[in-house]
């Protein structure tokens, strides 16, 4: 069977900077519906489109193409009395910029803690890099009417109620 609209894909892939630094390399396969249900970045569906089982792709990445680039305005300094006593550089907050809407949260990461500021960013940690992304296709079926009227594919307990 070859990937086309609505089947679900199964692949291993690794993910390369622009330097050949290996970022990612997932051992066991993950799966995602094919067709413009935001499951992978487009241009690697878009490549993958009517590759079969043992099919080989590499597609190089721009910024705008992967995380987006790196936006300086969403790094924000806080007063350190803000946060929990045992913060630290690493750790992860759920918020949005000051602009943002109600419902618009982004991931901040802990990027410097001192006695009197903590420093965060929005930003994804691979935003603003070129990425290469090279993935070996696995496993290539039809997708059910279930996972087709939910947008996502359903494999063991999918982490949702129906």
Request: net charge negative; proline share 4%.
């Amino acid at each position: 069977m070859k990937i086309a609209k609505d089947t679900v894909v199964s692949i291993r892939y690794e993910l390369f900077d622009s330097e050949g630094e290996l970022l990612e390399k997932v051992d066991e396969p993950i799966s995602y519906l094919h067709g413009g249900y935001d499951g992978i970045f487009p241009l690697v569906e878009e490549a993958l489109q009517g590759k079969a089982v043992g099919d080989k792709c590499t597609v190089t990445m721009q910024p705008d193409d992967a995380f987006g680039e790196y936006d300086h305005n969403l790094v924000e300094v806080e007063a350190r009395s803000s946060f929990p006593k045992e913060v630290a550089v690493g750790m992860q907050f759920e918020g949005g910029p000051e602009s943002a809407e109600d419902d618009d949260f982004l991931l901040y990461t802990v990027v410097e803690v001192t006695d009197d500021e903590v420093t965060v960013d929005g930003n994804h940690p691979l935003a603003g890099k070129t990425l290469t992304f090279v993935c070996n296709v696995t496993g290539v079926r039809a997708a059910s009417e279930e996972e087709l009227s939910h947008g996502h594919i359903h494999e063991g307990d999918c982490g949702h109620v129906h």
